[in-house]
């Protein structure tokens, strides 16, 4: 029986170590994503039309929706969606022919993308909340953001490849410091770029800065043979890459 006992613990063990049940925050939610009710539409539709870019210039998560976004993004189907993603994305990858000479490029965004702010949103209502920049950029500050699993997953596999990496982020250049040892402490050792918004583009969307920046990188001779974000900004423009792959996120929007 003890033996027996002792198995069925290394079992629970090494199944709460694999790449699949990594917590990105140790919150976790109460229930399912079943959600509360939002007039003349349910949150699952609601995120629906966030994901496809049929909801647009939002503010706010609906107050009603808070929940079911936290029970979403903490629980497994967040997790689930974006190694859908991340599988996608490398199945692509593996068919390429790459030219050989490092000018084949990868562009990855930061943000709920490479690094995960759960840790800061589930004390801040899942995006329910107005958003509060000094209280972000202090969270930002610390450096402590984890990596998204299933996207350093992707990165590690690129590499492997031989495909360069550029993180493009909407990170005021200020953060350029915080934002490497961050992504070095998380797992992204090595890149070929790290892209930050300089002060030139104040009051510029993100669609022209990251447009702007892309279209930089080929004049340099760079080929952007993909490109991963979790907002429509980051993909949506010109010099978008020869493919584009969307991670959920229905926390924030950014035009």
Excluded at 2 to 19: P, Y
Excluded at 30 to 56: D, F, K, Y
Excluded at 74 to 98: F, P
């Amino acid at each position: 029986m003890a033996l027996l006992q002792l198995f069925f613990l290394s079992t629970i063990i090494l199944l709460s170590t694999c790449h699949g049940t990594h917590q990105i925050h140790l919150l976790r939610p109460q229930s399912g994503g079943a959600g509360h009710p939002v007039p003349g539409i349910s949150c699952l539709s609601w995120r629906l039309g966030v994901e496809t870019n049929n909801i647009v210039k939002w503010i706010t998560v609906p107050q009603t929706c808070e929940a079911y976004v936290g029970n979403y993004m903490l629980g497994q189907q967040y997790r689930k969606d974006s190694k859908a993603v991340a599988d996608e994305a490398l199945a692509y990858a593996k068919t390429l022919q790459l030219a050989g000479d490092g000018k084949d490029i990868w562009v990855f965004d930061i943000d709920e993308t490479s690094l995960s702010n759960l840790p800061y949103f589930a004390h801040h209502g899942f995006g329910a909340k107005p958003y509060n920049p000094r209280l972000f950029n202090q969270w930002v500050g610390k450096g402590k953001g984890p990596a998204l699993p299933e996207s350093l997953y992707l990165y590690k596999k690129l590499v492997s490849l031989g495909i360069k990496i550029v993180f493009l982020t909407g990170r005021s250049v200020d953060k350029k410091s915080i934002t490497s040892t961050n992504l070095k402490n998380a797992g992204y050792r090595k890149w070929e770029k790290l892209i930050l918004k300089a002060s030139s583009y104040t009051g510029k969307t993100a669609v022209m800065y990251k447009s702007n920046e892309r279209a930089k990188l080929e004049k340099k001779g760079y080929r952007i043979i993909g490109n991963i974000g979790d907002q429509w900004s980051d993909l949506l423009g010109t010099n978008n890459g020869n493919r584009t792959f969307k991670l959920p996120d229905p926390m924030y929007y950014i035009n």
